[in-house]
């Protein structure tokens, strides 16, 4: 990254955000300078960086991801060439103590002091491709759908099993959850579509729909988290971030619990790989055979699964990386 001078950490809420400056965590120039998060808001915070001057050489602006909340001053701030990172939520936390005040304020002079102390790993942000964008709000929408589906399901059962039968009740459920499972196929055929649009995201798509367990939405959530495959990122981390890792937690002699994936990030990233790996132990004979062995050693089914995942998951980025489809009974030799 460029040199910089200049650490501003932003703390996005969803009317405002807050705003500290610092050349290092002993010297802060300003601290929570408060502006509405509105097109008028950044309007201002960019003449008040000039002003200033924070330029685009001399600074990068640091925040949390926030999902909506950031997108409009990340899009507003990159389109003028500043830097704009933006870092998981719980490093950030991670890396102060727990103690102590907790506010806005602090949040922004945290994230300023942050962006200074891990300036060589920040992630960069940059806008998203347009199609991957419509794929990922598709996506979120499918999820609300499903969501709602299930909840109609599980009401319509209860009332199946009443006493006293309301069939109207029953007819109208039956019909809402028919239109929801009719919407979500409509989105997976404009996920389709929009994939087909791109050239190079159906070639990337097609790649990784070559791997067993591999469907349209564990593909699309890949494309997504990827970019398309032109972000470099190591499986192990992914792992991590999307919470699939088994953790040890032992401590002397009085504490000692099996490994735990800490089900952190996206749930349903985690979802997906987890229903993939069902599949996979189900209809591939290879982690069927995985799978039982593991069994007859004494693991346990839920640790096995989780593992399947993480071979899964490492198996798809090293289509990623070699641009080359799934192989069949491929085994890597060693080079001596």
Avoid at 171 to 184: P, Q, V, Y
Avoid at 272 to 284: D, F, Q
Avoid at 314 to 331: A, M
């Amino acid at each position: 990254m460029k040199d910089v001078t200049y650490f501003i950490g932003v703390d996005i809420a969803s009317d405002n955000f807050v705003v500290s400056v610092c050349k290092d965590p002993d010297n802060f120039i300003s601290k929570a300078t408060v502006w509405d998060n509105t097109p008028e808001g950044y309007d201002k915070f960019l003449s008040w960086l000039k002003d200033n001057g924070y330029t685009p050489d001399n600074c990068v602006v640091c925040m949390e991801a926030t999902g909506v909340y950031s997108q409009g001053i990340s899009y507003f701030l990159t389109s003028r060439d500043y830097t704009v990172t933006v870092e998981p939520p719980l490093e950030v936390k991670k890396s102060f103590p727990t103690h102590g005040h907790k506010n806005d304020p602090v949040d922004s002079a945290n994230i300023a002091e942050y962006a200074y102390r891990y300036l060589d790993r920040l992630h960069l942000w940059q806008p998203p491709d347009e199609v991957l964008k419509h794929i990922k709000t598709l996506l979120t929408t499918r999820e609300h759908i499903t969501r709602t589906m299930n909840s109609y399901d599980n009401s319509l059962r209860a009332l199946k099993r009443e006493q006293v039968v309301t069939q109207d009740a029953v007819d109208i459920h039956k019909r809402i959850i028919k239109e929801l499972r009719a919407s979500r196929r409509d989105i997976d055929k404009q996920i389709k579509e929009l994939i087909n649009k791109d050239e190079s995201i159906k070639r990337m798509y097609g790649l990784v729909s070559t791997v067993p367990g591999v469907g349209l939405q564990l593909g699309s959530h890949i494309l997504i988290m990827t970019e398309c495959g032109r972000k470099e990122l190591n499986y192990r981390n992914v792992a991590s971030y999307v919470g699939i890792s088994p953790w040890d937690h032992e401590s002397g002699t009085s504490v000692s619990n099996r490994p735990r994936s800490k089900k952190n990030g996206p749930g349903q990233v985690r979802k997906l790989l987890y229903l993939a790996a069902m599949s996979l132990r189900e209809h591939n004979d290879h982690f069927r055979e995985y799978f039982e062995r593991k069994i007859a050693e004494g693991k346990t089914g839920r640790l096995i699964i989780n593992n399947i995942a993480n071979r899964l998951l490492k198996i798809i980025f090293g289509i990623l990386r070699t641009k080359r489809p799934y192989i069949k009974g491929y085994v890597s030799v060693p080079i001596y």
